[in-house]
């Protein structure tokens, strides 16, 4: 089973932006689509933003035109740019490859919008 290991959370105020990072190993991660999940304090993990193997991506409707993800398949890691955040953006922030079960959960990245 692969790894994924998640970094570039911070604390934040409104408006600010973070760039996260997902580097993973194990796998041919190039044939993956590739996610970012967010877990708010008391809510279940959702699903924020995926790119699919030929790079097309696909955001859920309160992150559209803020955040961007891309992916680059020379070094296994997946970007998240998260520009104009919100303190509803706050939560842990998760990667994974949606729907395939290949690689284990990591330990997520902190991320924190508060004046």
């Known amino acids: 089973q692969g790894q994924l290991v998640e970094s570039g959370g911070g604390l934040v105020k409104p408006g600010g932006s973070l760039r996260l990072s997902c580097q993973a190993t194990?796998?041919?991660?190039?044939?993956?689509?590739m996610g970012w999940y967010r877990q708010a304090a008391g809510k279940e993990r959702e699903l924020v933003a995926h790119?699919?193997?030929?790079?097309?991506?696909v955001y859920t409707d309160s992150v559209k035109g803020r955040f961007t993800i891309s992916r680059d398949n020379t070094k296994n890691t997946v970007y998240l740019q998260m520009n104009s955040l919100e303190p509803e953006d706050s939560g842990v922030y998760y990667c994974?490859?949606?729907?395939?079960?290949?690689?284990?959960w990591g330990q997520g990245t902190q991320v924190t919008v508060s004046s």
């Open positions: 790119i699919t193997s030929g790079f097309g991506a």
């Open positions: 194990g796998g041919i991660f190039a044939l993956y689509a």
């Open positions: 994974n490859a949606p729907g395939s079960g290949y690689y284990s």
